[in-house]
C-alpha cells in the first residue's frame, strides 16, 4: 500500500488553505446561525476558481480534478468549518444532470450550477417516505407535452435560497416501487410551489415543499421515464463520493483542547491534566485518523474509476456515529458552561461544541440514515440475507 | 495513493494464505495451546518459506522484503491466530540488525535456526517480566531507558497459565548486552511491533467475524435463518466498519514507519489501540452471537475471543498507551504529585 499523496495534490491542498484563509472569517461562519448554511461570498469565490466543478468527471463537462484533489478540499474546507452544505448539495445537482439531463438542461442550467449564479436543492424524502425513499407517492402525470406535479417533499433544505429542486416523482403507480419512478428538474419559481420552513433542533433550518398542479414541460425530465431509480442511485454515488462529511470533528476536538487546556477546575487544575480527559481526547483524534483512511480509501477507490458503495457506508456510517460520540464527550467535558449557545455572549469559542451537539445527529439521518448503512454493510460486505 | 494491497502484496497475501490454511488449522492452534503455545514445526515450515528473515537485508540472509510485505504475513498468520512469535521474531531481529554488529546473530535469526523476541517493557531486577514468546525463545531483545539491550539463553519452554495460552514466561536478562542506536532503534522496534500487531488483530478479527457470519447463516431459531436478525445484522455491521476503517489505519502506519513519515509513531501507537478494540468487539459480537455455543470450549470464536483480549494487553495497560499517546499530543502532564491521581 501506498498513503502518499501525489504532488499535485498536496499542491492543491496549499492552495486550498491559502484560500481559505484570505476568504473564509469568523463572520462568514457566524452567519449561518440564521439557519442557512450558506457563505454566498465563498461559494462565488470558489466558483471563480472554477472548484465547484472540480469533483465532477471532465468527460462530463466538469473540472475533472482527481478524486484525491476532491478529498484534499473537502477535508480543508471542513477542518476550516467552511459553511459547504448549499455548496456540496449544488454539485451533486450539476454532476447528476450532467449524467443523465438532455442537452438543453446541460447547456442552460449546469453552467449556472458551476459558475456559482444559481443554487439546486434535493427532493427526494417526502412526509411518508424517508429511508424507504423508493416508496416516493409525489404523482407526475402526462398531459400532453406537459407534466402535472402534485405532492410534497420533506426535508427540501436549502429550497428557499435555491434556484432548482431535483425532484422524484412517482409516475406509475402500477408498477413495483423501484420500477414507477421519475426525476425532475424544477425551477422553484414555477407556479404552484410553496416553501415552508422546517425549524430544527439546531441552528439550521430546512424546507417542507408542496406541488399543486405545477405544470412542467417534458424537457426538465431527467433519465427516462420510469427510470427514477437508475438516476436515484447517480444520487447516492455522487452524494457519498462528492458531499464530503469525513470530517465533521476536528473543529470540536480543537474547541474541546482548548477548553481543557484554559478552563481552571475547581480545584485549581486544567482538565488537560487530567488522565481521563486526554483519554477521550486521543480516542477522539484516532477516531479522526480512521474517517481519513476511509475518505482516502473512497477517493482511491473513484480514482481507479472504481464504483464504491459500501466503503461510502462505512465511512458515512463511522464518522457520523464517532462525530456525536465525539460532541457528546466534549459537551460532558464542559459540564455547565457547555451548556452555552452562540447567542450567550460568553460562550466559549463562539458556543462550537454546543452547536455541534445539535447539529451532530442529523449527520447519521441524512444522505441515509446509520441503519440504512448498517442493513448495507451487512448485505453487500458481509452477504448476509437481505431482509427488506 | 494505493490504499489496496498491491499486486506484489496480493501474491504475498496469496501464498501465505494457502500455507495457513494448509499449515496451521484450528487443531493446530489447540494442539500449541496444550503445549507451550509454539508450534516448533510450523516454525520451521514458516522458515522454509523464508518468513523469519523476509524483511531483513540480503547482506544478512533476509529477502529485503518491505515492512508492508511483513504487515500482510502479519495479517493472514493473525487470521489462523498461529502459535508462532512471527511478529516479535522480525523486529527483534530487525532492531538487532539496525544495531548493527551482530551479523552472525541476524544470520541465524534470518534463518530461524535460532527464535528472537522483543520484551514490550523494562526488565526489573534483572527480569523481564511476561515476556512474549519467553518460554521458547532463544534470544531477548530488552527496552531499557536508554535504548535497547539484547540477552540469548535457554528457554524454559514452561509457560506460564495466561488467557490465550499465550508461550509468556519471565526472563532473566542479567547477561544482556546494549544494543547501538540508543532509543530511536527502541522506538522503532516497539512502534514496529505496535503497527504489526495491530494488523495482526485485523486479520484475526475479520477471521471472527466470517466465522460468526457463516455460523449465521447455517443457524436456525425461530424457524428462520438467524442472519435474518436485524440485531445480529446491525452487531455485525458496526464490528465490520470497526476493523475495516482499523485496517486502514493499521496499513497507514506500517506505511509511514517505513517512509519514515513524521507522524509513523503517532499512527502505529493509534492503530494498535483501534485494532485491539475492534477485535475485541467483534469477538464479542461474533460469540454472543453464537449463543451458548460460542462459550463452549468446542467452537473456535471463544479462541479468537481470547487472543483478541490478550494481544495487545503484553504491552501494559491500554490506558497507558492513551496517556504516552497524549503526552506526545498535548505535552506533558503539569500536575503536581499530590494531584497525579486525579482522574
Known amino acids: 500500500m501506498d498513503f502518499s499523496f501525489p504532488p499535485q495534490a498536496e499542491t492543491f491542498r496549499s492552495e486550498v488553505q491559502a484560500f481559505l484563509a484570505e476568504h473564509l472569517n469568523e463572520d462568514m461562519i457566524r452567519a449561518t446561525h440564521d439557519g442557512t448554511i450558506h457563505a454566498p461570498a465563498l461559494h462565488a469565490a470558489m466558483a471563480d476558481r472554477g472548484w465547484l466543478s472540480g469533483p465532477v468527471p471532465a468527460e462530463l463537462g466538469g473540472g475533472g480534478r482527481s478524486a484525491l484533489e476532491s478529498v484534499v478540499l473537502n477535508e480543508e474546507m471542513q477542518l476550516a468549518r467552511a459553511p459547504i452544505d448549499a455548496m456540496a448539495v449544488t454539485i451533486v445537482v450539476a454532476a447528476i444532470l450532467l449524467e443523465h439531463a438532455n442537452d438543453t438542461v446541460k447547456e442552460t442550467v449546469v453552467p449556472r450550477l458551476l459558475d456559482g449564479t444559481a443554487l439546486g436543492c434535493f427532493g427526494y424524502t417526502e412526509p411518508e417516505s424517508g429511508s424507504d425513499v423508493a416508496a416516493a407517492a409525489t404523482k407526475a402525470v402526462r398531459d400532453g407535452d406537459e407534466w402535472v406535479i402534485n405532492g410534497a417533499k420533506m426535508w427540501t433544505t436549502m429550497a428557499h435560497i435555491a434556484d432548482y429542486v431535483i425532484l422524484l416523482t412517482r409516475t406509475d403507480p402500477e408498477v413495483p416501487k423501484h420500477k414507477g419512478l421519475t426525476f425532475f428538474l424544477v425551477p422553484l419559481d414555477t407556479p404552484g410551489i410553496e416553501i415552508r420552513p422546517v425549524p430544527t433542533m439546531a441552528t439550521e433550518r430546512s424546507n417542507a415543499t408542496f406541488y399543486d398542479d405545477v405544470r412542467l414541460s417534458d424537457q426538465w425530465r431527467i433519465g427516462e421515464v420510469n427510470g427514477g431509480w437508475a438516476v436515484m442511485k447517480t444520487a447516492l454515488k455522487y452524494e457519498r463520493g462528492i458531499a464530503g462529511g469525513q470530517f465533521p470533528s476536528p473543529p470540536v476536538i480543537d474547541a474541546a483542547v482548548d477548553w481543557a487546556r484554559t478552563h481552571v477546575r475547581p480545584d485549581g487544575t486544567h482538565p488537560i491534566d487530567d488522565p481521563a480527559v486526554r483519554e477521550r481526547l486521543m480516542r477522539a483524534l484516532i477516531d479522526v485518523e480512521v474517517c481519513r483512511g476511509f475518505a482516502y480509501h473512497c477517493a482511491d477507490l473513484a480514482n481507479e474509476g472504481a464504483m464504491f458503495g459500501v466503503e461510502g457506508s462505512m465511512t458515512k456510517l463511522f464518522a457520523s456515529e464517532s462525530y456525536k460520540r465525539h460532541c457528546r464527550d466534549f459537551h460532558d467535558l464542559m459540564g455547565a458552561e457547555g451548556l452555552l449557545t452562540h447567542e450567550a455572549v460568553d460562550a466559549h469559542l463562539g458556543g462550537r461544541i454546543e452547536e455541534n451537539l445539535r447539529h451532530s445527529p442529523v449527520t447519521a439521518i441524512y444522505g441515509g440514515t446509520s441503519e440504512i448503512n448498517r442493513n448495507l454493510v451487512a448485505e453487500v460486505h458481509l452477504g448476509l440475507p437481505r431482509i427488506r | ?343
Open chain 2, 1 to 343: 495513493m494505493r490504499t489496496r494491497l498491491s499486486d506484489d502484496e496480493l501474491a504475498v497475501r496469496d501464498a501465505f494464505q494457502s500455507f495457513f490454511q494448509n499449515e496451521c488449522s484450528p487443531a493446530v492452534v489447540r494442539a500449541a495451546a496444550e503445549d507451550t503455545g509454539f508450534d516448533p514445526h510450523l516454525w520451521e515450515a514458516l522458515a522454509a518459506m523464508g518468513a523469519p528473515g523476509m524483511a531483513l537485508a540480503e547482506s544478512v540472509g533476509g529477502a529485503e522484503a518491505t515492512l508492508s510485505d511483513l504487515a500482510v504475513v502479519a495479517e493472514v498468520a493473525g487470521a489462523h491466530l498461529a502459535p508462532v512469535p512471527l511478529i516479535e521474531h522480525a523486529v527483534a531481529a530487525r532492531a538487532i540488525h539496525r544495531a548493527g554488529g551482530h551479523d552472525d546473530l541476524v544470520g541465524e535469526l534470518a534463518a530461524g535456526t535460532k527464535l528472537a523476541t522483543l520484551a514490550l517493557r523494562p526488565p526489573i531486577d534483572q527480569t523481564a517480566r511476561l515476556v512474549p514468546a519467553g518460554a521458547v525463545a532463544d534470544v531477548v531483545v530488552v527496552p531499557t531507558v536508554d535504548g535497547l539491550m539484547v540477552s540469548e539463553g535457554t528457554p524454559s519452554k514452561l509457560r506460564i497459565p495466561n488467557t490465550a495460552d499465550l508461550p509468556l514466561a519471565d526472563r532473566d536478562v542479567s547477561n544482556a548486552a546494549p544494543l547501538s542506536g540508543g532509543t530511536t532503534n527502541r522506538e522503532q522496534a516497539l512502534d514496529e511491533w505496535r503497527a504489526l500487531t495491530a494488523v495482526a488483530y485485523v486479520g484475526l478479527a475479520r477471521q471472527a467475524i466470517e466465522i460468526g457470519v457463516n455460523y449465521a447463516k447455517e443457524r436456525t431459531q425461530f424457524d428462520v435463518l438467524i442472519g435474518t436478525f436485524q440485531a445480529l445484522q446491525h452487531g455485525y455491521a458496526d464490528a465490520a466498519t470497526q476493523v475495516e476503517g482499523g485496517r486502514l489505519l493499521a496499513y497507514r502506519a506500517v506505511w509511514a514507519l517505513e517512509t519514515g513519515q513524521p507522524d509513523g509513531s503517532r499512527l502505529a501507537g493509534m492503530a494498535l489501540l483501534f485494532a485491539a478494540q475492534a477485535a475485541r468487539f467483534a469477538t464479542d459480537r461474533s460469540l454472543q452471537y453464537h449463543g451458548g455455543y460460542g462459550f463452549s470450549e468446542e467452537y473456535d470464536i471463544q479462541l479468537f475471543h481470547r487472543h483478541a483480549t490478550a494481544w495487545t494487553l503484553q504491552l501494559g495497560e491500554p490506558a497507558l498507551e492513551y496517556a504516552r499517546l497524549a503526552d506526545a499530543e498535548f505535552g506533558a502532564r503539569t500536575v503536581s504529585a499530590d494531584q497525579g491521581g486525579a482522574a
